[in-house]
């Protein structure tokens, strides 16, 4: 945490923040100076400076791994890329839906999607959610537009259609809780006024962050609000992938052996309301799911 640090210089005051951290096996200070006067928002300037001495840790990684993968979208033949696309929307909906519950293996994804075979002794429910969210993947990825509820709301409509139509596209008008969470979701008549300010802070945000760090912040906080009765872990991540494609980013794919310690830094950071804790998590686990751009 950054330490508020009083140094007396002559007869005055002045304020620093400052925070340690290591690099390359050296911890390493990053300062700031404030004034002769204790700021009243240090809460906030505290968070700003611990955000930025993550982004020095990541900086490099993530410039790296865009410039890999435009050089390698470049070299690919059209069928090439249509091929990997396939390969990730298979891993992407299989982990996503696999998280929230789904029984289907990823050979019975690869087989409902490539081969058109339905796999056996598995709930319809689950079949039809993910031919749903593959329909949802797709539309995304041709979408150009910004992120606004009536484009989210279809998405969300296209996964439930087929297995909840009651709730399919549709805010709930209900309270919800989520089996093993500690955290307290808004109640429903909050959830207009929230929706609106989620997507202000968006459109008035994208431009601040490293679109990685933008995707993070872009699930956890639409994750927060939990707006529909079911599916909102996997719009939150298909509002990341949105963020990271349309910004010419490699996508990524939250690994289901990864949940536990997913929950974890989604629940800290909602627990605490410190962002911190999940764009650690999801900034590290993207920079090693890409590695092979670097």
Known sequence: ????????????????????????????????????????????????????VMRRAWGNALAAIKKGYGNELKRLPEAAKQKEMEAFMVGFIYNSDRIEGSRLSLKDTTNLFIHGTTPRNKPLSDVKEAEGHKKAFYDMLMYKGSLNLKKVLSWHKMMFDSSKPDIAGRIRLHKIMVTGSRVSFPAPESLNSMLEEFFLWCSSNKNKYNPVEFASLVHLK?????????????????????????????MFSIKYTDRMSYYKSL??????????????????KYISYNKKYK
């Open 1 to 52: 945490m950054a330490i508020l640090r009083r140094r007396k210089i002559g007869k005055k005051h002045y304020y620093y923040l400052e925070h340690s951290y290591k690099a390359g096996g050296k911890v390493k200070v990053f300062g700031r100076y404030l004034g002769s006067k204790r700021p009243e928002n240090i809460g906030e300037l505290r968070k700003d400076l611990e955000f930025q």
């Open 222 to 250: 639409f994750v927060t609000i939990h707006p529909f009765t079911d599916g909102n872990g996997r719009i939150s991540r298909l509002l990341a992938n949105f963020v990271l494609y349309s910004s010419k980013y490699p």
């Open 267 to 284: 629940e800290t950071s909602q627990l605490w309301e410190e962002d911190k804790h999940f764009i650690r998590f999801f900034v590290k």
